[in-house]
């Protein structure tokens, strides 16, 4: 979700806020915690460590022709060793993509663009808010108790097969055990459900882990305890970025735990539980969607803003 155009996301927002059956409104898990209480903040080293796959998410923006040849300008230039395997989509129905191998992690990257929200395709995905479980061929085993956002799970479902293959094929070419995913909004959504996704496909001796930035609520509280349980995620929110907070609680939608919440100060805390409404927090930053402020979507996450704008 970029902001140039986010009208109908605004408009979806303001209709569901008036028309809300607020008497099945969710609490917060972070209620039990006491407000106003101080949190880990994370050391300068630590940001650091998250830099790398900050870029990699800001480049999943960029055109395929451009990231499968690894010249998108400053954000390519920052991981310099990195080396594309593959790399698809279409800016619409599929979210651009792309896979590779970086030998100074020594890991196998993939990265998902977020909504390019000139895009009336790309934007009909995120507001496509029902429920539903996963495909029980993509997901073997998963309990169809636990449901997902319609049109995430669709457009995750478009891409899955692809990409599982060229991991696979990137981890038979280099030595590394470990994948990491990442992207920004509709991206981070998608990997959030890939990490599910390729957890279940490959050995379990390969390490997954996903890091996304203004990651939309992806499904109910089955979900979230699903990923807490079984997903390295950390999920970065940025000051007053409303859309993290979206689709909203009251239609049974859940954050999973492991938020890290850059502050107004831009200290990057460590946010403990599900949906904790500390101020310290997204929820407790950003208490109603009209509150928020768009324009911290797109970041600076630590410099680097995401977008079509960086390609």
Known sequence: MTIRTNCLVLCLATL???SA?????VPSSGSALARGQSFPILTQDQIATFRPYTLFASAAYCNPSITGTWTCGANCDANPGFQPTASGGNDGTV????VGY???LDKVIVAHQGTDS?????DLTDVEITMDPLDPTLFPGLSSTVHVHTGFRDAHARTATTILSEVQTALSQHSTQEVVITGHSLGAALSLLDAIYLSLHLPSNIKISTIGYGLPRVGDA?????VDAHVDLTHIT???????ILPFQFLGFRQPSNEVHIDQNNNWVQCPGQENDSTECID?????FWEGTPGDHEGPYDGIVMGLGQC
Do not use: E, I, M, R
């Not at 089955?222 to 699903?226: K, P």
């Open 16 to 18: 569901l806020l008036v």
């Open 21 to 25: 059956p607020w008497s099945v409104a």
């Open 95 to 98: 979210q651009y993509w792309y």
């Open 102 to 104: 970086d030998p100074t």
């Open 118 to 122: 000139d895009n009336l395709t790309a």
């Open 222 to 226: 089955a979900f979230a305890n699903y």
């Open 238 to 244: 940025n000051k007053h970025d409303p859309f993290p």
């Open 284 to 288: 407790g930053a950003v208490p109603f």
